[in-house]
């Protein structure tokens, strides 16, 4: 939707609404008002600067050529952690510093978007139970210097472990190590802190790519930002841009002649493996030769990765590649009883971690640390870190800012903001019954829609009691509900299909067909409520099928080069309107 189209009938007037209303008024502010600071990027350290910065009084907007956690912030392995693995490479402060952020995260700032996980850490000698355990041990004990919420560790004997994890080979193990950590909602903890930036007086525009920075007196003192729904070219002012952008930090440090290589990609792919094929009762941690290697419960799925390699094509849609599938299915199988096929891969997705450049040659080995930067007056970037650590990255940027400007700014006060969704979060699990039998709903959808939306539940049922159609769901082997299409567009910034199969909702990855069934549905409840003609949905729905077949394709090649050729064939679906 560009900045002239109608507003929705039913628009909210919360301060914290998304929608068509906070579209419009902020590209109007935009161009109207010397921002304090101009932030580009919208993944979770994009929106936690704009939060801070919102927190301390500060005028900000937030800028983002794509959508809302459409990389990296959308990509990850859904883990809140202190890093394990991070404590072999004796990187104690950053684990330090992780789990206190853990632990704010589970008991304050978004109990209904992260929670506790259970992983089981196999032994095969009692020397690695040793090791391991001493580990785990004093991961357990920093996570108890700051009131730990999650059980410490305990071990099981080869037989507990076959009655818990039936899916572990008998010859996999001899024994196992319970301990907890956390796992989160990637992009729906983006949405929701975005929200609460904006109902502190943020502004957040998304389809907006800068495409050039304006200086002043010898300094960075604005950006020129192309609006890619209308082709409009804003001019905007302010005191200090934030650099959040990622494994794209480089291009806008370019922009002011400041270029350097401070960031290293690194493509991490996951699968999507339907529950029932892994008889498991809690995740599952395994060590490989360079990292580790997680099954993460998620919902009715099992996420199933990562990789750690170099990449240096496409940062939009890194592609996985065959030989990518091929490890992670051949890694796991090397401990499980009844071994995964091809068949049983529901969804591929690719993230890119933005590290820092180091003397190391494999990305496994490099600092997942974060630096903040100013290379030139009125351009500080914040670049590394760990989404765990969003806050602190976040908190220590805008305090840079205040150095770059001069000013003495407020401490940062995010470690006592819970976000949209939080409150009331625990009186909704309560009454989900309640709710159900009240709604008509099903109460696992009701469960589902709480475990998204908090104690924001009724922004969905409202939409519901107003038209009962939209209490059915997209597509009959998931929970999500029609709803949540106009809730998205809505509420939640947003504009193309693709946001809603692939970050509002997660049927990109959780469905066989990933979305392709449940396109036109969705295009047709996005046009009513965005004023799309039959020429706009069809572009729409042409352009995401068109997305999943090169998808596809990409999955089958051998090497990154023609995976990324199949996938950027396809082009951005913000590009089409400009």
């Given at each position: 939707m560009d900045e002239g189209a109608n507003p929705p009938a039913q628009q909210s007037p919360s301060d914290d609404v998304l929608g068509s209303h906070h579209r419009q008024n902020a590209i109007r502010r935009l161009t109207g008002e010397r921002l304090d600071v101009l932030i580009v990027g919208a993944g979770v350290t994009g929106i936690g600067c704009a939060l801070d910065a919102a927190a301390r009084g500060l005028s900000v907007a937030v800028v983002e050529q794509h959508d809302l956690a459409s990389g990296t912030s959308s990509r990850s392995s859904k883990l809140i952690h202190g890093g394990l693995r991070y404590l072999k490479q004796l990187q104690f402060?950053?684990?330090r510093e992780a789990l206190f952020e853990r632990n704010l995260l589970l008991s304050h700032i978004a109990p209904h978007l992260v929670k506790r996980v259970d992983f089981l850490y196999?032994?095969?000698?009692?020397?690695?139970?040793?090791?391991?355990?001493?580990?785990?041990?004093?991961?357990?004990?920093?996570?108890?210097r700051n009131a730990n919420l999650l059980p410490r560790h305990r071990h099981l004997s080869r037989k507990q472990v076959a009655g818990s994890a039936p899916a572990l080979a008998s010859n996999s193990h001899r024994g196992a190590i319970v301990y907890s950590d956390a796992s989160v909602d990637d992009a729906r903890f983006v949405i929701s802190a975005a929200r609460t930036a904006a109902q502190l007086g943020a502004s957040i525009v998304t389809s907006a790519k800068v495409v050039a920075l304006s200086r002043?007196?010898?300094?960075v003192s604005g950006a020129t930002v192309k609006c890619l729904e209308s082709n409009r070219e804003l001019e905007v002012a302010c005191g200090t841009v934030v650099n959040a952008t990622g494994v794209w930090s480089d291009e806008v440090e370019e922009y002011a002649g400041t270029a350097s290589s401070r960031v290293r990609a690194s493509k991490g792919i996951h699968l999507v493996i339907p529950r029932h094929r892994i008889d498991l009762e809690k995740g599952l941690i395994l060590r490989t030769t360079d990292s580790v290697l997680f099954v993460i419960p998620s919902g009715s799925h099992w996420i199933v990765g990562t990789t750690d390699s170099d990449w240096?094509?496409?940062r939009a849609h890194p592609a996985a590649t065959r030989k990518d599938i091929t490890y992670l299915l051949t890694t796991l199988n090397q401990v499980l009883a009844d071994p995964l096929t091809d068949n049983d891969v529901v969804g591929v997705y690719v993230g890119l971690r933005p590290l820092l450049n180091g003397d190391s040659d494999k990305t496994s080995k490099l600092s997942r640390e974060h630096a903040v930067t100013t290379s030139t007056g009125g351009l500080v970037s914040i670049s590394g870190g760990k989404y765990t650590t969003y806050r602190v990255m976040a908190a220590d940027t805008i305090d840079a800012v205040g150095v770059d400007q001069g000013v003495d700014l407020p401490e940062s006060s995010t470690a006592q903001l819970p976000l949209v969704g939080s409150a009331g979060h625990k009186q909704a699990l309560l009454r989900a019954g309640e709710i159900a039998a009240g709604s008509g709903i099903d109460p696992a959808a009701i469960k589902h829609l709480i475990s998204r939306h908090g104690g924001r539940i009724d922004e969905v049922l409202d939409l519901i009691r107003a038209d009962a159609s939209l209490g059915k769901p997209i597509d009959p082997t998931l929970p999500y509900l029609r709803a949540e299409v106009v809730h998205a567009v809505r509420f939640e910034a947003a504009l193309h299909l693709e946001d809603v199969l692939t970050r509002r909702t997660r049927l990109s990855v959780e469905s066989r067909d990933r979305g392709t069934a449940s396109a036109l549905a969705v295009a047709e409840l996005m046009a009513s409520e965005l004023n799309w003609d039959q020429g706009r949905i069809d572009t729409e729905v042409d352009h995401y099928l068109s997305r999943v077949t090169a998808e596809r394709a990409s999955n089958e090649q051998v090497d990154d080069e023609t995976a990324d050729a199949y996938r950027v064939a396809v082009g951005e679906v913000r590009e089409n309107f400009s």
């Amino acid at each position: 939707m560009d900045e002239g189209a109608n507003p929705p009938a039913q628009q909210s007037p919360s301060d914290d609404v998304l929608g068509s209303h906070h579209r419009q008024n902020a590209i109007r502010r935009l161009t109207g008002e010397r921002l304090d600071v101009l932030i580009v990027g919208a993944g979770v350290t994009g929106i936690g600067c704009a939060l801070d910065a919102a927190a301390r009084g500060l005028s900000v907007a937030v800028v983002e050529q794509h959508d809302l956690a459409s990389g990296t912030s959308s990509r990850s392995s859904k883990l809140i952690h202190g890093g394990l693995r991070y404590l072999k490479q004796l990187q104690f402060s950053l684990v330090r510093e992780a789990l206190f952020e853990r632990n704010l995260l589970l008991s304050h700032i978004a109990p209904h978007l992260v929670k506790r996980v259970d992983f089981l850490y196999p032994v095969q000698s009692f020397t690695e139970r040793l090791y391991a355990g001493l580990g785990i041990g004093l991961y357990d004990l920093m996570a108890s210097r700051n009131a730990n919420l999650l059980p410490r560790h305990r071990h099981l004997s080869r037989k507990q472990v076959a009655g818990s994890a039936p899916a572990l080979a008998s010859n996999s193990h001899r024994g196992a190590i319970v301990y907890s950590d956390a796992s989160v909602d990637d992009a729906r903890f983006v949405i929701s802190a975005a929200r609460t930036a904006a109902q502190l007086g943020a502004s957040i525009v998304t389809s907006a790519k800068v495409v050039a920075l304006s200086r002043s007196q010898g300094r960075v003192s604005g950006a020129t930002v192309k609006c890619l729904e209308s082709n409009r070219e804003l001019e905007v002012a302010c005191g200090t841009v934030v650099n959040a952008t990622g494994v794209w930090s480089d291009e806008v440090e370019e922009y002011a002649g400041t270029a350097s290589s401070r960031v290293r990609a690194s493509k991490g792919i996951h699968l999507v493996i339907p529950r029932h094929r892994i008889d498991l009762e809690k995740g599952l941690i395994l060590r490989t030769t360079d990292s580790v290697l997680f099954v993460i419960p998620s919902g009715s799925h099992w996420i199933v990765g990562t990789t750690d390699s170099d990449w240096h094509l496409n940062r939009a849609h890194p592609a996985a590649t065959r030989k990518d599938i091929t490890y992670l299915l051949t890694t796991l199988n090397q401990v499980l009883a009844d071994p995964l096929t091809d068949n049983d891969v529901v969804g591929v997705y690719v993230g890119l971690r933005p590290l820092l450049n180091g003397d190391s040659d494999k990305t496994s080995k490099l600092s997942r640390e974060h630096a903040v930067t100013t290379s030139t007056g009125g351009l500080v970037s914040i670049s590394g870190g760990k989404y765990t650590t969003y806050r602190v990255m976040a908190a220590d940027t805008i305090d840079a800012v205040g150095v770059d400007q001069g000013v003495d700014l407020p401490e940062s006060s995010t470690a006592q903001l819970p976000l949209v969704g939080s409150a009331g979060h625990k009186q909704a699990l309560l009454r989900a019954g309640e709710i159900a039998a009240g709604s008509g709903i099903d109460p696992a959808a009701i469960k589902h829609l709480i475990s998204r939306h908090g104690g924001r539940i009724d922004e969905v049922l409202d939409l519901i009691r107003a038209d009962a159609s939209l209490g059915k769901p997209i597509d009959p082997t998931l929970p999500y509900l029609r709803a949540e299409v106009v809730h998205a567009v809505r509420f939640e910034a947003a504009l193309h299909l693709e946001d809603v199969l692939t970050r509002r909702t997660r049927l990109s990855v959780e469905s066989r067909d990933r979305g392709t069934a449940s396109a036109l549905a969705v295009a047709e409840l996005m046009a009513s409520e965005l004023n799309w003609d039959q020429g706009r949905i069809d572009t729409e729905v042409d352009h995401y099928l068109s997305r999943v077949t090169a998808e596809r394709a990409s999955n089958e090649q051998v090497d990154d080069e023609t995976a990324d050729a199949y996938r950027v064939a396809v082009g951005e679906v913000r590009e089409n309107f400009s």
